[in-house]
């Protein structure tokens, strides 16, 4: 009978975690054509062109997705304009400038109100990564932009002017956008801004990040919204790290602002998978729908104050959204907090359970709850090591990663119970629990403190754990109500954390190639919510032994097994890369692979003298990091045929600050990118590219100092100062998408069980080679 009763709490528990993350499962596809004034016919038709091939910026291909915009802009009755401009900046990583032309698409609807010059922004960016297609990242949210332009331009004018920007240049450190914020003067009218951006080609579409002071701008998208979801613990730590896409720039001059997201369907993002035809519908429906819908009520929104108080808000299950204002958090929290005290000190008053058991549980919980982050980020750890294409979750790696999320929930579940074992002994299964309502009213408040946002997914569960610990702690009840306590006061932690630690799991994936330290960051969220689901579980279980802890591990195990098999029969494509590298110095080359494992298309270009070796398969993050790859000798290409970026020296002086050398870049023609690596053992004072100093770049002297062109088809200026006399070298290497020109002319293609995707780079040939500019007097 305990065995039975223990199986449906399970299951119940189960089917709470389910209604959890279900909001986040793609939408159905729509049976009719319309949805809610986005037709289906016209967004198929305009993703068949915006994501028909690849298109990074400063290609063909973009400038082909850019006149089919201004084409159909004008079709409407607007007058588009394209926005030209020379960006060069100083991005993320350190001691980097980048620079492009990027070309943005503008268009205008004015408004007739007598506020019209208040102006709402809807923005998307249209360039792609040169692996994907981009019909999700983000051709889905230039198609729902393109509709709402429609839908706005078609009806009565609207109240307020509304401005469509189709960017540039995005997955290249959002070039484009900080080039409207810089120039663009019509930026000043703007009161709101809507991004579109996607990581993923099915699932949900949520505001994954707002502008501060987010209240005004959230409750416009839940009332314009039939079926919010959204998540603002989630929301919150991306808003306070400034991690997201075009948002961050325009909410420098924009006062309110929303960044919705497609969050689904991972292994296609940047993937050369990310195609039209695999777009997921649904989501493609929900996308439409929500940016015209929300485009329409903005338009005739009242802009006068779009700065309130942020608000909390959070969908609870499918169609049921809660929101109240974050100023509510603490209160909340400290209402948590009290109820903690006087429930326990009822409690200890009633004989049922002993102060210092309590404390001494509170205690071990926190060195359990330690441990179940360990465990779970070493059993994460080691999945990767079992089953490498976890790693590269977001190129297409894993295509089910279920299994092994939830063998990191089992590992964090032995973590913790492996703790508590020693301490059941010591103290009753209720005073365990009296120590897991300290412990959670203390990250409550620290969360209503830092992170007042996310405070909601310690308190509600808080305040249930309260409500189910004074039900067992008034007097003993039978097995079947002590069970259906524990069940019911354990399901809103269950409920509330499952979606955030889904969502979390794709926050790491997305950082964890840059940021390794992204791993640890769901299981956070998982022991959360452990360390109050398994000491409630105690109350109606005989007490921990061993047994529970190695049976969690025993599960981590074989689901770990599972997620490895389920990958390895997997038919998703697995993405590689192939790269044609010529030395212009040494007039060698080599073909490069990536990943290390040659397959039918890599492997075809040389029988034999493969060797493993580092590449720097994404040049475009940190400079020097490189990645386990597979190289073999590669025939020479005469000079004449292969194009060699060049330096020539416009000038070399001394003045007062050192030496002072002035030199000019140029890439061959039909380069996507150029990276120069400026070098110096005396350290690099300061540097100006297209004629703009970026002192960001050379804080400290660094000795080297990458600069990345993008589209560099006309020379590019460069001025370094380095101490006098010191010696400086250029370490060039251009990129020309494509296997052009390179030996590969009677490559065999991809087979339908491949695709490219490898750090965000396709196919290329590249072509590296070194200037050295040796100081005066140097021999």
């Not at 389910?18 to 049976?31: R, W």
């Not at 769901?522 to 529970?548: E, K, N, S, Y």
């Not at 001394?654 to 030496?659: I, L």
Request: with cysteine; glycine share 10%.
């Amino acid at each position: 009978m305990r065995l039975a009763g223990a199986l449906v709490a399970a299951a119940a528990l189960a089917v709470t975690a389910f209604a959890g993350v279900s909001p986040l499962l793609s939408p159905a596809a729509p049976a009719e054509d319309a949805v809610a004034g986005f037709s289906m016919d016209r967004a198929r038709a305009d993703l068949a062109v915006v994501a028909a091939v690849p298109h990074p910026m400063g290609t063909a291909e973009q400038a082909d997705v850019e006149a089919y915009l201004v084409q159909e802009l004008t079709a409407i009755g607007l007058d588009p304009m394209v926005d030209e401009q020379l960006v060069t900046m100083a991005p993320d990583p350190p001691n980097s400038v980048w620079t492009g032309t990027v070309r943005n698409v503008v268009a205008r609807i004015e408004g007739t109100g007598p506020d019209a010059d208040q102006a709402v922004l809807l923005a998307a960016h249209y360039d792609s990564v040169p692996a994907a297609a981009g019909a999700g990242d983000n051709g889905a949210g230039v198609v729902s932009v393109l509709a709402a332009m429609r839908a706005l331009a078609s009806s009565p004018p609207p109240r307020h002017d509304v401005i469509a920007a189709f960017v540039d240049g995005e997955e290249h450190e959002m070039l484009g956008s900080l080039a409207l914020v810089e120039s663009a003067t019509w930026m000043g009218d703007v009161q709101v801004a809507v991004n579109t951006e996607g990581v993923g080609n099915a699932g949900r579409v949520t505001p994954a990040l707002t502008s501060p002071d987010n209240g005004w701008a959230l409750r416009q998208y839940l009332d314009a919204v039939p079926s919010p979801v959204v998540y603002s613990a989630f929301d919150a730590p991306l808003n306070a790290t400034g991690q997201g896409a075009d948002l961050g720039r325009y909410q420098d001059v924009v006062p309110a602002g929303l960044e919705l997201v497609v969050v689904g369907g991972l292994p296609a993002y940047h993937a050369g998978t990310d195609t039209a035809g695999g777009m997921h519908e649904g989501t493609l429906a929900e996308y439409g729908a929500t940016v015209v819908g929300l485009a329409r009520q903005l338009a005739e929104a009242d802009l006068g104050s779009v700065e309130e108080p942020n608000l909390v808000a959070f969908t609870v299950v499918r169609g049921v959204t809660a929101a109240y204002p974050s100023t509510w958090s603490l209160p909340l929290a400290v209402l948590g907090a009290v109820g903690t005290v006087v429930v326990i000190g009822l409690a200890v008053r009633r004989g049922r359970v002993s102060l210092p058991r309590v404390l001494l549980s509170w205690l071990v919980l926190g060195v359990a709850g330690l441990a179940g982050i360990l465990a779970a980020t070493g059993l994460w750890l080691a999945a990767q090591a079992v089953d490498p294409r976890l790693s590269d979750a977001i190129n297409g790696g894993v295509y089910e990663r279920t299994p092994y999320l939830l063998a990191a929930v089992a590992a964090g579940a032995a973590g913790v119970l492996l703790v508590l074992w020693p301490l059941t002994p010591r103290a009753t299964a209720l005073e365990v629990v009296a120590g897991a309502l300290v412990g959670w009213s203390l990250v409550a408040l620290l969360l209503a403190a830092v992170l007042p946002d996310a405070a909601y997914a310690a308190t509600w569960p808080l305040l249930a754990a309260i409500a189910g610990f004074a039900v067992l702690a008034a007097r003993e009840r039978s097995p079947r109500v002590t069970l259906a306590t524990v069940t019911l006061a354990a399901a809103p932690a269950v409920l509330l954390i499952s979606p955030l630690v889904a969502l979390y799991f794709l926050l790491a994936a997305r950082f964890e190639l840059m940021l390794p330290v992204a791993t640890p960051l769901p299981m956070l969220w998982v022991v959360l919510a452990l360390t109050v689901v398994l000491p409630l579980a105690l109350v109606a279980g005989r007490g921990v032994g061993w047994r529970p802890a190695a049976a969690a591990g025993v599960v981590a195990v074989v689901l770990v097994a599972a997620g490895a098999a389920l990958s390895a029969v997997s038919t998703g494509p697995r993405p590689d890369l192939l790269v044609y590298h010529a030395d212009a110095d040494t007039g060698t080359a080599r073909w490069v692979a990536l990943p290390v494992e040659l397959d039918t298309y890599t492997g075809q270009v040389a029988s034999s003298e493969w060797t493993e070796t580092r590449f720097e398969a994404s040049p475009f993050h940190q400079a020097g990091e490189t990645e386990p790859a597979s190289a073999a000798p590669a025939p020479e290409i005469p000079a004449g045929r292969l194009g060699t970026p060049r330096v020539s020296v416009t000038s070399d002086a001394a003045t007062a600050q050192g030496r002072e050398l002035a030199v000019q870049v140029t890439a061959p023609p039909g380069s996507y990118a150029l990276t120069i690596d400026a070098r110096s053992g005396a350290g690099i004072q300061s540097v100006a590219v297209n004629g703009k100093d970026v002192p960001a770049a050379t804080t400290g002297a660094p000795s080297s100092v990458r600069v990345v062109a993008f589209g560099p088809q006309a020379g590019i200026p460069m001025t370094l100062t380095v101490p006098a006399g010191a010696d400086v070298e250029l370490a060039l290497a251009c990129y020309t998408l494509g296997l052009d020109g390179s030996p590969a002319v009677d490559l065999r293609p991809r087979p339908a069980s491949l695709t490219t995707g490898v750090h965000e780079l396709s196919d290329a040939v590249l072509v590296t080679t070194v200037a050295r500019l040796p100081g005066p007097g140097t021999p």
